[in-house]
């Protein structure tokens, strides 16, 4: 009896510890509920300015924090080389086209392609495929039947920004380096329009915003990071969530929406969407932190951007064309007067008509568009087509992004010893760059050249940038002044401008653009160029605009 | 400035309602003072309507009205047009205007020559004799040249912003002079001048394509002298 009792152990054991190694080599799938209780919170912990200059294109920190993002996902690329979403392709049927002959179509397309329900903000249809197939090749054999006006993969669209290094601490001291506001004459401005945008709305597609207080409940699955570490599940967690104190007020959010998650609550679990939407909006003039462009604008957060924790949540959605193109018209179907859009993504021209025709539905409908230009200058400086999109239309503008070298004289930065040249390192250049605005860098200038604003405090955050051993929840209630760099952080100089802008009067989108490239500081070589376009945004100039004889 | 429109045009109406005078053609020089108001259709239309809203505008001023033997004329007009409007925008025909006040000021100084009709001495009815017909309207056609001064200034502006310079213009004048009353004359004339050098250089009137702060003005002038 004992020896019977001694092997059942010893194989209860040996099953136990087979278990618990299988347990660790494989991934549950993620599910369970991910629950959002808004409103239920306690306000966010402010912890003034860390002192970080990671927040640029080529840092490691970037690298990783990608890397991991992409684990997430499936992704593939065809023959030109875009990442895409696998699985789904836009397709627009003309309108003469029958739904039998648009079925003709879809089968001789592809043998598993199907069409879905019609997704809300779209003018386009989704076709579901099987994920292995070659959606690129697909979409060619669709646009190339009479009744099909476009067909194109869903590629991945992904924000022109830079993550935060977490391991890297700030003092408590805040060395306030605003100089991006004052570069656009920002100050002279403020005299001119103190109420700095009260009645216009500001659309920001981004990660979301850290609009409301909430508590999240969500059964945290294990996944790997890009070598192939296993990071642990952590079960059912509650995760605080708090608005951004410097950011939201009573009354000023308006009509947000999430197109990752298919509803009206965009938080963001990223930070990338709050800090942007700090530069366009930060309150001002009191006696915290630090300041906006057009401070007392309303902000409409139209999330079109997935973050990590999105995609570790379980969201259905990742940022493809659709998602920004059934964003933008979102935005434009619902008030938004100026649309900021610090994203993007490389591919030749005429490989985003959905985007193309709700950058122009928008436009059309009264919305003054901001684009980024890219952050990939020194990473062969691939064409970016969202910003060439906004090139060709009048009404929408692509934003470059200057350094601490720029200033606010004319003719300057024109790359010689007197004149130093003020391109940052990672702006895109190009045909399509139409302005420049202060995007920030921290090489030669450390934390001075970043542009602050308040976000989270990404040491809560980005969690999963740990080791296993200490990966943790993230908590999304501790926010700090962070600096950024990028040209997503120059877009929202322009839209601030533009709100403005069009406060004071300019309410056509075109007239709003020729009005910022005629007052503009020309930078560089004399006239438009690829760097910097028609040159630094000049807030007061355009605000001012122009009496009789000058 | 409403006002004194009114006034003006109450004088003019009680002195053409009175009695007649006899134009006699006056030996020598005359010197005549006169006080005067023109309505100028300015030929910046894009430019003053994106300004004031409108491209119609009011001078008032006066002068000195120099006669030879009632037949040519040496004329100097001071006068001088200021209003306030506001900065604005201008893109492809569209204005944009922006509720930062701007005042502009235009001061001409013009200096115009020309010939006064009389009508020729004819026979008279049942005698021999030939004589003058006294006429109450003395047609009048001229030209000169003028310097003009324009002020623009604006809130908020540095004073590299704010403008005051002076460009002379050149001026073609044609109307008619009604005698009112022996040292009474009301003069009604279409005056065009083209002035050069002020617009076009930069502000408005560079993105609208107009360089001339001239036009057409009609001018009423109110002469005290014979």
């Known amino acids: ?550 | 400035m409403r006002w004194a429109t009114v006034a003006w045009l109450s004088a003019v109406l009680c002195l053409v309602g009175s009695r007649p005078a006899v134009a006699q053609p006056v030996q020598g020089l005359s010197f005549r003072p006169f006080v005067m108001a023109s309505f100028q259709q300015f030929s910046a239309q894009d430019t003053f309507d994106a300004a004031f809203g409108g491209t119609t505008e009011s001078f008032f001023g006066g002068g000195l009205n120099i006669t030879q033997d009632d037949t040519v004329y040496l004329e100097l007009t001071a006068s001088r047009f200021k209003k306030t409007g506001e900065l604005a925008f201008y893109n492809n025909g569209d204005v944009f205007r922006l509720g930062i006040p701007m005042t502009v000021t235009i001061t001409p100084f013009e200096l115009t020559a020309g010939y006064r009709f009389h009508r020729r001495q004819r026979r008279l009815p049942s005698s021999n004799t030939r004589a003058t017909v006294p006429s109450r309207f003395i047609p009048y056609v001229g030209g000169g040249f003028g310097l003009y001064r324009y002020e623009q200034t604006s809130e908020f502006a540095t004073d590299d912003e704010n403008i005051d310079t002076r460009h002379a213009g050149v001026i073609l004048e044609g109307g008619v002079e009604i005698r009112l009353h022996q040292w009474i004359g009301l003069g009604v004339d279409l005056r065009y001048n083209y002035v050069p050098g002020i617009l076009g250089e930069g502000g408005i009137s560079q993105l609208a394509d107009e360089n001339d702060l001239g036009g057409i003005a009609a001018r009423v002038k109110l002469v005290v002298g014979r």
């Open chain 1, 1 to 550: 009896m004992g020896r019977i009792r001694a092997v059942l152990s010893v194989a209860a054991a040996l099953l136990a510890i087979a278990t618990l190694a299988l347990r660790a080599q494989t991934i549950a799938p993620n599910t369970g509920e991910f629950t959002v209780r808004l409103g239920v919170g306690l306000p966010a912990v402010d912890q003034g300015a860390l002192n970080d200059e990671s927040h640029a294109p080529q840092t490691a920190q970037t690298i990783k924090r990608l890397a991991m993002h992409e684990q997430l996902h499936r992704e593939r690329t065809g023959a030109t080389g875009i990442p895409y979403a696998s699985g789904r392709l836009l397709v627009k049927f003309r309108e003469s086209a029958s739904s039998g002959a648009r079925a003709d179509a879809i089968a001789a397309a592809s043998g598993t392609a199907a069409l879905t329900a019609r997704p809300s903000f779209a003018d386009f249809d989704v076709l579901s495929l099987d994920p292995n197939e070659d959606a690129e090749a697909a979409a060619l054999r669709l646009s190339q039947r009479p009744e099909v006006e476009y067909a194109q993969p869903a590629y991945r669209v992904r924000p022109h920004f830079v993550p935060n290094d977490p391991y890297y601490h700030s003092s408590a001291t805040f060395s306030p380096g605003q100089w991006n506001l004052p570069l656009i004459n920002l100050e002279s401005a403020w005299d001119i329009q103190p109420q700095a945008g009260s009645t216009i709305t500001v659309a920001v597609l981004d990660t979301g915003l850290a609009y409301t207080n909430a508590t999240i409940t969500k059964n945290l699955p294990a996944f790997r990071d890009d070598n192939g570490v296993l990071y642990p599940a952590l079960g059912t967690v509650t995760i605080p969530y708090s608005a951004a104190s410097q950011i939201v007020t009573a009354g000023r959010i308006v009509a947000q929406h999430d197109f990752i998650w298919d509803n009206d609550q965009p938080l963001d679990f990223d930070g990338h969407g709050t800090h942007v939407s700090g530069t366009i909006g930060q309150l001002t003039n009191d006696g915290l932190f630090t300041a906006g462009v057009a401070f007392n604008v309303k902000l409409m957060p139209v999330k079109v951007i997935d973050s990590f924790w999105d995609d570790l949540f379980g969201a259905p959605n990742i940022a493809t064309d659709a998602v920004v193109a059934r964003g933008i018209r979102y935005a434009a179907d619902n008030g938004a007067n100026i649309i900021n859009m610090s994203l993007g993504r490389e591919g030749p021209p005429n490989t985003a008509p959905a985007v193309e025709d709700a950058i122009r539905y928008a436009v059309g409908r009264g919305a003054f568009i901001a684009i980024s230009s890219g952050n990939e200058f020194e990473a062969g400086n691939p064409r970016e087509i969202f910003a060439e999109i906004a090139s060709r239309v009048q009404g929408a503008v692509t934003v470059a992004a200057v350094d601490r070298n720029a200033t606010s004289g004319d003719h300057h930065c024109r790359g010689t010893a007197g004149s130093p040249a003020c391109h940052a390192y990672y702006s895109s250049s190009g045909s399509y760059v139409e302005l420049a605005a202060p995007g920030g860098s921290e090489r030669g200038f450390g934390r001075d050249g970043l542009v602050w604003q308040q976000t989270f405090n990404f040491e809560f955050t980005d969690t999963f940038l740990l080791p296993p051993s200490q990966y943790h929840a993230p908590r999304f209630d501790v926010h700090a002044i962070v600096g950024y760099v990028g040209t997503s952080m120059a877009a929202p100089h322009v839209s601030g401008v533009a709100a403005m802008v069009m406060q004071q009067g300019i309410t056509d989108p075109a007239a709003i653009e020729a009005a910022l490239e005629k007052f503009a500081i020309d930078l560089g070589a004399v006239g438009r160029d690829d760097l910097y376009g028609y040159g630094l945004v000049d807030a007061r100039a355009t605000l001012r605009g122009l009496g009789m004889a000058r």
